[in-house]
C-alpha cells in the first residue's frame, strides 16, 4: 500500500467513525451523561487526529484531500 492510499484509508475511517458516533448521540443511542460526555470527547479527539494529519501533509505538499474534515 502506497502513502496516498494509507493517508486516503485512515481519513475515510476517522469520518466514518465521526459519523457513526454522531449518529449515535442524535439517535438517542446514549444511555447517560458520562456516555454522551465520552462520546462527544472522542468526536473531539477524532476531529483533532484529522486537522493534525491536514497540517502536517499540507507542511510537506503532500496533501491531496482539500477539505479539512
Avoid: C, P, W
Amino acid at each position: 500500500m502506497d502513502v496516498s492510499s494509507f493517508v486516503s484509508r485512515y481519513r475515510k475511517a476517522l469520518k466514518n467513525r465521526i459519523e457513526d458516533i454522531s449518529v449515535s448521540i442524535t439517535s438517542g443511542g446514549v444511555s447517560n451523561m458520562e456516555n454522551y460526555r465520552a462520546s462527544v470527547g472522542e468526536i473531539q479527539g477524532l476531529t483533532y487526529a484529522l486537522d493534525e494529519l491536514h497540517a502536517l501533509l499540507q507542511k510537506v505538499n503532500y496533501d491531496e484531500d482539500s477539505d479539512s474534515t
